[in-house]
């Protein structure tokens, strides 16, 4: 079962789709996976017992070292909002571990009103350019082709 989800994941990464695992217990996640995940956010983990501080441990040995935090302690400080973070640049190499606050998502699973479509349209700079209806590229191409035919004649005269 392992092997078909990690030749599944293996596939749709390399479709350039991204895949979320959120988990409670990084130890959910098989480290044949992990090892594919190009972006990692770890919030706070809690070690309680014995177990929790060795998952503590092999969680904070799986980012990128840090000259900068001492990961596997810092794993059970950090606050509400608080994560450490690390992702692939453009190259493929992974960016230095980065601690860092989170802000909450600023956006809601509804409809817009139809006030609060004006407010945003009449900000963007946008919708002078494409809240002009044209009927079709031919009006467009043709006007153009009238405007360089005139612009011939004036020269030719």
Same mark, same amino acid.
């Given at each position: 079962? &392992?092997? !078909?989800?990690?030749?599944?994941? /293996? &596939?749709?990464? #390399? /479709?350039?789709?991204?895949?979320?695992?959120?988990?409670?217990?990084?130890?959910?996640?098989?480290? %044949?996976?992990?090892?594919?995940?190009?972006?990692?956010?770890? @919030?706070?983990?809690?070690? +309680?017992?014995?177990?929790?501080? /060795?998952?503590?441990? !092999?969680?904070?040995?799986? +980012?990128?070292?840090?000259?900068?935090? !001492?990961?596997?302690?810092? &794993? =059970?400080?950090?606050?509400?909002? $608080?994560?450490?973070?690390?992702?692939?640049?453009?190259?493929?190499?992974?960016?230095?571990?980065? @601690? =860092?606050?989170?802000? *909450?998502?600023? #956006?809601?699973?509804?409809?817009? =009103?139809? $006030?609060?479509?004006?407010?945003?349209?009449? /900000? %963007?700079?946008?919708?002078?350019?494409?809240? !002009?209806?044209?009927?079709?590229?031919?009006?467009?191409?043709? *006007?153009?082709?009238?405007? *360089?035919?005139?612009? %011939?004649?004036?020269?030719?005269?």
């Amino acid at each position: 079962m &392992l092997q !078909q989800l990690e030749t599944i994941i /293996k &596939l749709i990464l #390399s /479709k350039g789709i991204g895949i979320f695992f959120c988990t409670q217990n990084p130890q959910d996640i098989p480290a %044949s996976i992990l090892s594919q995940i190009g972006l990692n956010v770890q @919030h706070i983990l809690r070690a +309680f017992t014995a177990t929790d501080r /060795k998952t503590t441990k !092999q969680a904070a040995e799986n +980012f990128p070292e840090s000259d900068f935090y !001492q990961t596997d302690e810092l &794993l =059970t400080q950090m606050g509400i909002g $608080e994560a450490f973070i690390t992702l692939l640049n453009e190259k493929g190499i992974p960016t230095p571990l980065i @601690h =860092t606050m989170l802000c *909450a998502p600023k #956006s809601r699973m509804d409809v817009l =009103t139809d $006030e609060e479509i004006d407010a945003v349209t009449k /900000k %963007s700079k946008l919708v002078a350019k494409y809240n !002009q209806i044209v009927d079709s590229a031919y009006e467009i191409l043709t *006007a153009k082709l009238e405007a *360089a035919q005139a612009k %011939s004649e004036e020269e030719a005269e």
